[in-house]
């Protein structure tokens, strides 16, 4: 068997020690990579989600005014309906008094045709008569 000196184990031993602080480095560079990697997708993350946040607000804004600009139509609609219910019995009550008006008015007209009819032929007969 060959004799192994120390100097080529001492050799052997900063291949193997260079190697594995070279393997080292290699993973360190690598792993600060990944973070350098996952902190910039984290900054690009937070700001679509700020994005989000934002658009949702805007929307959310947006809603409450057209929310508010409904209630206020439905405030007026409901103020003109109550008014209308208010005015309806009275319009009614003028429609039935003109139509009793207007049936009055017909019947004094047929009266008053009848006692015309009725002095025309007394003066007929009369005429006719004499």
Known sequence: M????????????????????????????????????????????????????????????ELTGQLTKNNREFIELEKNFLKFKAQLPVDYVRREDWIRFGAVIDAKQDGLRELVMRVLEQRGANEHGS
């Open 2 to 61: 060959p004799e192994v000196s120390w100097a080529s184990i001492a050799v052997m031993v900063t291949i193997v020690v260079g190697y594995g602080a070279l393997m080292l480095l290699a993973v360190k560079i690598m792993i600060e990579s990944l973070k350098k990697y996952i902190d910039r997708r984290d900054v690009t993350r937070e700001k679509e989600v700020e994005a989000i946040y934002v658009h949702i607000d805007n929307k959310f804004d």
